[in-house]
């Protein structure tokens, strides 16, 4: 199974600041067929299930608001957050969608400082 | 809009079984994969598996064969994860999850659905 490791573990960024979570696969996400990285990105308030925002490693989904952008290939991945908003306030997870199972990182914690 | 609209919590006792149901909304159930995720309190995202919403074929993920069943129901537009001889540590959130069109990520969830198992 590939592992996915997340840092930090929780983060405090002030409001309008840049929040930072990265992404570390055991093994290469990058397909060499299509060239893409199958990498997602999911964000969960409390009580609410996760929300699909970024897929393809950097591709938004419909709706997600562009402070939200993905990076990173092989892998190493970053999901920044460009100006913090109080309603960032959430765990968001990595996920791998290469090979089966799919595997999700253990979540990142981020609040506001 | 598509939605996926999950059944109540549960409480069940162990030695149990319950059965969750996932009712889709929006869209055609057989045209796009099933997932099911399950969220222990206070930790991350497990995936449990999928069932392929066209032929019924289930796929279980290490963990979770024997005691867990993946079925569907086209006529009603759902998809059910049944849960057998409940123990303790099936106390969870299970979440029901579409697969998007292009890849194995999941770009619709189920609200989840709480099932506690507790003596």
Known sequence: ?113 | QVQLVQSGSELKRPGASVKVSCKASGYTLSTYAMNWVRQAPGQGLEWMGWINTNTGNPTYAQGFTGRFVFSWDTSVSTAYLQISSLKPEDTAVYYCARNSGSGSYYDYWGQGTLVTVSS
């Not at chain 1, 996920?95 to 981020?110: A, H, I, L, M, N």
């Open chain 1, 1 to 113: 199974d590939i592992v996915m490791s997340q840092s930090p573990d929780s983060l405090a960024v002030s409001l309008g600041e840049r929040a930072t979570v990265n992404c570390k696969s055991s093994q290469s996400v990058l397909h060499s067929s299509d060239n893409k990285n199958y990498l997602a990105w999911y964000k969960q308030k409390p009580g609410q299930p996760p929300n699909l925002l970024i897929y393809w490693a950097s591709t938004r989904e419909s709706g997600v608001p562009d402070r939200f952008s993905g990076s990173g290939s092989g892998t190493d991945f970053t999901l920044t957050i460009s100006s913090l908003q109080a309603e960032d306030v959430a765990v968001y997870y990595c996920q791998q969608y290469y090979s089966s199972p799919p595997t999700f990182g253990q979540g990142t914690k981020v609040e506001i400082k």
